[in-house]
């Protein structure tokens, strides 16, 4: 990855932390939000992503998903 990428690996790292746990007990998360943490949204750091583009934005022969480079996650 480029060096200007450096800002979204820390940013990334810190999400991670604060979603796991180290020692198998309560996160950051659940501590703050009081509720049981699904991982099921974690995927692997520069890894390539599909994004789908819904119909309103495509025409008829047009791709359906376009490639991207997971680079971190959104707070949205």
């Known amino acids: 990855m480029p060096k200007f990428y450096w800002a979204e690996e820390v ?5 991670l932390q604060n979603w796991a746990s180290a020692d198998g007990g309560v996160s950051p998360h659940e501590l703050y939000f009081g509720n049981i943490r699904n ?37 949205e």
């Not at 991982?39 to 376009?66: C, M, Q, S, T, W």
């Open 39 to 75: 991982l099921g949204h974690l995927r692997v750091f520069n890894n390539i992503a599909y994004v789908y583009v819904p119909k309103e934005k495509r025409r008829k022969l047009d791709v359906k998903a376009k490639k991207y480079i997971l680079v971190g996650y959104s707070d």
């Open 11 to 15: 940013r990334t790292t810190i999400y």
